[in-house]
C-alpha cells in the first residue's frame, strides 16, 4: 500500500540554526499539508501545498517558514532559524485531490529537537 | 476561530464493551468530518470519514454526524487492548483542504 515517508525520524538542532524536513507523498497525490504536534497538543496545520505554490498557510507558518517541491517527488518543510518553542513533531500528508471530500494520509513524522 | 472540543479522556472500558467517543465543532459550514487513531509516538492513522448526517458503519467502527447539533461521534465495537490509543477527531476547514484536530480522546481498553 503506498505510504507517505519522511526524513530524518529525528533531528537534533541548536537554535538559530536552520532545519530542512523532507517528505515523500504518495506518488499519484497532489495535495501536500504540513501539520505540527507539540508533545501533549493537538495537530496544528500549517501550510497547504499544490501545484507548486502554497495554498493556505495559517498564523504559525511565519517567514521563518519555506515549502518547496524541489523535485517530482519531494516536499521539503524549512525553518530558516530555529527557535526552542519549535520543538515538535512534524507531519507530512498527502490527498488525491484536495477539497471537501478529499482524504489526507499522514507520514510517520520527524521529531525536531532544538536545544 | 473554528474550534474542535473533545474529551480528554481517558475513557476506560472492559475488552468487549462499546467505546463511545464524542466531538463537536463550532463551524457550522463544515461539510467533512475524519476520525484519526494516534497511537502515542506516532503519526495519526486515517479510521474513517463522514459527510452526511447519519450513521456510517465500517467493520468495528460506526461514525455517526449530526450537522444540526454540530456533533460527531465514533462508537468501536467489542473494544479491544489494541484500541488503546487516542482518537482524533479532524474536521475539514480551508478551500484546500486543511483539517482542524480535536485535541484528542484518550481510550484504554482493559482486558
Known amino acids: 500500500e503506498p505510504e507517505v515517508t519522511q526524513t530524518p525520524s529525528h533531528q537534533v538542532t541548536q537554535m538559530g540554526q536552520e532545519v530542512i524536513l523532507r517528505c515523500v507523498p504518495i506518488?499519484?497525490?497532489?495535495?501536500f499539508y504540513w501539520y505540527r504536534q507539540i508533545l501533549g497538543q493537538k495537530v496544528e496545520f500549517l501550510v497547504s501545498?499544490?501545484?507548486?505554490?502554497?495554498?493556505?498557510k495559517s498564523e504559525i507558518f511565519d517567514d521563518q517558514f519555506s515549502v518547496e517541491r524541489p523535485d517530482g517527488s519531494n516536499f521539503t518543510l524549512k525553518i530558516r532559524s530555529t527557535k526552542l518553542e519549535d520543538s515538535a513533531m512534524y507531519f507530512c500528508?498527502?490527498?488525491?485531490?484536495?477539497?471537501?471530500?478529499?482524504?489526507?494520509?499522514f507520514g510517520p513524522g520527524t521529531r525536531l529537537t532544538v536545544l | 476561530q473554528k474550534e474542535v472540543e473533545q474529551n480528554s479522556g481517558p475513557l476506560s472500558v472492559p475488552e468487549g464493551a462499546i467505546a463511545s467517543l464524542n466531538c463537536t465543532y463550532s463551524?457550522?459550514?463544515?461539510?467533512?468530518f475524519f476520525w484519526y487513531r494516534q497511537y502515542s509516538g506516532k503519526s495519526p492513522e486515517l479510521i474513517m470519514f463522514i459527510y452526511s448526517n447519519g450513521d456510517k458503519e465500517d467493520g468495528r467502527f460506526t461514525a455517526q454526524l449530526n450537522k444540526a447539533s454540530q456533533y460527531v461521534s465514533l462508537l468501536i465495537r467489542d473494544s479491544q487492548p489494541s484500541d488503546s490509543a487516542t482518537y482524533l477527531c479532524a474536521v475539514l476547514t480551508g478551500s484546500q483542504g486543511n483539517l482542524i484536530f480535536g485535541k484528542g480522546t484518550k481510550l484504554s481498553v482493559k482486558p
Open positions: 506518488s499519484n497525490h497532489l495535495y
Open positions: 463551524d457550522r459550514g463544515s461539510q467533512s
Open positions: 500528508a498527502s490527498s488525491g485531490h484536495g477539497g471537501g471530500t478529499d482524504t489526507q494520509y
Open positions: 501545498f499544490y501545484n507548486n505554490e502554497i495554498s493556505e
